[in-house]
Nanobody, 126 residues
Framework: VQLQASGGGLVQAGGSLRLSCVASARTFSNYDMGWFRQAPDKEREFVAA????????RYSDSAEGWFTISRDNAKNTVYLQMNSLKPEDTAVYHC????????????????????WGRGTLVTVSS
């Protein structure tokens, strides 16, 4: 499975961005999807995840209420809508995929994911 993230860029604090991640998988709907980010000189951290059907979602504490993850299985795409961005949201955002058909669970640890995209840079200016 190949993943290609896009949608990053430079935005002022308080602004919004929508990230997209397109997967090459033949059966995209068989995969749970996650977004992670890594800021300079920091560890990679979990942002949001969504199960194969889009019925179960998890967010980090910093993303809850500000970011929304969604997916369109017909387009092999997962999205991350980011609102009210803050300078501390500056990071490279990666999407990740793992095969799974969970109904009430979605992985939140990076080690649980099998496939990773190269990431898209989000820079939030103050």
């Amino acid at each position: 499975v190949q993943l290609q993230a896009s949608g990053g860029g430079l935005v002022q604090a308080g602004g919004s961005l929508r990230l997209s991640c397109v997967a090459s998988a033949r059966t995209f709907s068989n995969y749970d999807m996650g977004w992670f980010r890594q800021a300079p000189d920091k560890e990679r951290e979990f942002v949001a995840a969504i199960n194969w059907f889009g019925s179960f979602k998890r967010y980090s504490d910093s993303a809850e209420g500000w970011f929304t993850i969604s997916r369109d299985n017909a387009k092999n795409t997962v999205y991350l809508q980011m609102n009210s961005l803050k300078p501390e949201d500056t990071a490279v955002y990666h999407c990740a995929a793992v095969a799974g058909l969970h109904s009430a669970y979605v992985p939140t640890a990076g080690s649980e994911y099998t496939y990773w995209g190269r990431g898209t840079l989000v820079t939030v200016s103050s």
